[in-house]
């Protein structure tokens, strides 16, 4: 559960974030940086509907923070995609692993804005679900190249083992 940041002169918590880690106050104007909170190792600062909070990231998990409204669809698409094709092709071999699409595919559709903590299965789900997207609909693949980049690196993070 997100925990909201309030501002340290005015006690309001409607930030706007400027560049990363760096957010300005809307009412007051006081300006802040993720030094200004902070967060355990664990957390990592998000704004949501205009609210900066901390927000608590279980090992393994990773945070995905999409720029536009047209990421959840575009993601969204690629496991519609793979689910529809495991039907006759073996995309996802565990019964796990649909599950792991499915619920995904329910976080984005609830969830367009984000940002996503995605857990290590759904993320595999998720770059498996590219991948096939990429084999099938190679100009789909060019048009959210960085966000692409961003989830085949978060999988590739989820996958280490977690550092004492």
Known sequence: MPVPKLC????????????????????CGNRATESTFPVQSDERLVVLASVLQV??????????????????????????LALRLNQTHPVYRRTEDVQAAEDLLAVLDVDEQGPWVLPPEQLGVLTRAMDIRDALLPSASRQHPDLDAEIRAAHIRSQRPPTA
């Open 8 to 27: 340290l002169i005015c006690h309001g918590g409607r930030y706007k974030p400027r560049d990363p880690g760096f957010y300005a106050f809307r009412s």
């Open 55 to 80: 927000l608590t990231v279980p090992d393994g998990h990773q945070v995905i923070t999409p720029t536009r409204r047209c990421h959840a669809p575009h993601f969204g698409t690629s496991l519609v």
